[in-house]
């Protein structure tokens, strides 16, 4: 079984940085795709970034330039660089990744909160 844990979230004024990290664990796994959605209160959960196991990465239009999604297979872990943060990016971030197995995995999810 594989288990996530977000990290990185908190309060940041608009214009700051944040950089969230998503750690895997488990036995025998590897990570096709790793993505990062969020939530924002009220809202449906949204696709934000991709990168997969070759290194491509795509983004939601409204991040491109400010979100960079990177990953670390030796440590089977995730990152989301995130620059010029917006009030409107304020949200739950959630970790998700595919395994080789097509095992859909969810993290916890880890609050970013962006101040005017």
């Known amino acids: 079984q594989v288990q996530l844990v977000e990290s990185g979230g908190g309060l940041v004024q608009a214009g700051g940085s944040l950089r969230l990290s998503c750690a895997a664990s488990?036995?025998?796994?590897?990570?096709?795709?790793m993505n990062w959605y969020r939530q924002a209160p009220g809202n449906e959960r949204e696709w934000v970034a991709t990168?997969?196991?070759?290194?491509?990465?795509n983004y939601k239009d409204s991040v491109k330039g400010r979100f960079t999604i990177s990953r670390d297979n030796a440590k089977n872990t995730g990152y989301l660089q995130m620059n010029s943060l917006k009030p409107e990016d304020t949200g739950v971030y959630y970790c998700?990744?595919?395994?080789?197995?097509?095992?859909?995995?969810w993290g916890q999810g880890t609050l970013v909160t962006v101040s005017s």
């Open positions: 488990g036995s025998r796994f590897f990570i096709r795709t």
């Open positions: 998700r990744v595919v395994t080789d197995r097509y095992l859909e995995v």
């Open positions: 990168i997969t196991n070759g290194l491509s990465t």
